[in-house]
């Protein structure tokens, strides 16, 4: 209990998770999230729904080829975000657009 409202780091990379079907949302505190070397296959528009404080998010060497509209759109905090050796083919060109610290792509 309260560990929701406390943790502000979560390493969930080598898990061999092929979807964010778990409720991000409650970690209100969340400032890095690490889903590197996974499976996932997609970000759902209400993936990171709620993760307003989130900084650092990695999502590298997993298997993405499609990211929803919006699926950033919340990630008004972010700074970092690694996307690289994933499958993507295109992206929207507002991605990014509300995530006004972003430095690193």
Do not use: H, P, W
């Amino acid at each position: 209990y309260g560990l929701e409202f406390s943790l502000n780091k979560l390493k969930l990379s080598n898990n061999k998770l092929v979807s964010i079907d778990f409720d991000l949302g409650l970690l209100i505190n969340l400032v890095e999230l690490d889903l590197n070397k996974d499976e996932l296959k997609q970000i759902k528009k209400e993936s990171f729904e709620n993760l307003v404080k989130l900084e650092i998010l990695l999502l590298n060497s997993n298997y993405i080829f499609d990211i929803e509209q919006d699926a950033f759109s919340n990630l008004i905090s972010l700074k970092t975000v690694n996307l690289d050796k994933n499958e993507i083919k295109k992206c929207n060109q507002n991605m990014f657009l509300n995530s006004l610290n972003l430095t690193i792509i």
